[in-house]
């Protein structure tokens, strides 16, 4: 048995009805990430890239130590770039500058604000974020989808019903959108170099954990659907 065949467009025998169905739902996120900039500056070049080889081992060590609570992290640019003198002739080298990236991403954010707080200790390292986010796969997709059908299907027999008929067969349905909108970013931070006394040096204390608060995501579904309908007695 073959399937019924439907005209692309509406007929007085086969009225068309087409409608759209939205849905947006809020949820906590699945995900934080942050972002880790390390830097080094020094007259010599080797030293320079020792120093910013130390403090991104470090970095990715202390990053590391979070176990389970830490996703994935990874590095991204990586540069050492030669400042030249602006008097004098020649390519004098003045300084060098070394940089780093990395993000990282976290599901435990009890672990995050303590380990954001341990990371903008460090010398010379800038910390980013954190940017709330949802997993590809998570479910609260799926949910804003299928409350996105229903409404469609919902439209669509209110539509009919102020025209005192009803919603026959469905022709089309079409996914137009899907999105989650991330928490905004809190603003960066940054530690420069301490100083410590050449005679004794002052062991500072801790700093206490940054409380993060996770930022609710809004998710976001639409559909397009066509229907036909019982040809209403106008």
Do not use: C
């Amino acid at each position: 048995m073959t399937s019924p065949q439907f005209p692309p467009y509406g007929t007085p025998e086969t009225p068309l009805l087409a409608v759209r169905g939205e849905a947006e739902i809020e949820a906590d996120p699945d995900l934080a990430r942050i972002g880790v900039t390390v830097t080094a500056r020094g007259k010599d070049r080797r030293a320079t890239l020792d120093d910013l080889t130390r403090r991104n081992a470090t970095v990715v060590e202390l990053i590391k130590s979070y176990g389970d609570a830490v996703e994935d992290v990874s590095t991204g640019a990586v540069s050492l770039t030669p400042e030249l003198g602006q008097r004098g002739r020649g390519e004098r080298v003045r300084a060098y500058h070394g940089r780093v990236h990395l993000t990282a991403g976290l599901t435990d954010f009890t672990a995050l604000g303590e380990l954001t707080t341990r990371l903008a200790d460090l010398d010379l390292t800038r910390v980013e974020g954190p940017w709330w986010t949802l997993r590809p796969d998570s479910p609260v997709h799926r949910r804003a989808r299928q409350e996105a059908v229903r409404d469609a299907v919902r439209r669509a027999k209110e539509y009919a019903e102020a025209l005192g008929t009803t919603v026959g067969a469905l022709i089309e349905l079409a996914d137009t959108g899907n999105d989650s909108v991330p928490g905004r970013p809190r603003a960066g931070f940054g530690r420069r170099m301490r100083r410590m006394s050449a005679a004794a040096e002052e062991i500072e204390p801790a700093p206490e954990p940054l409380d993060l608060e996770p930022q609710r995501m809004r998710v976001r579904a639409e559909v397009g659907a066509q229907f036909t309908m019982v040809p209403p007695a106008l």
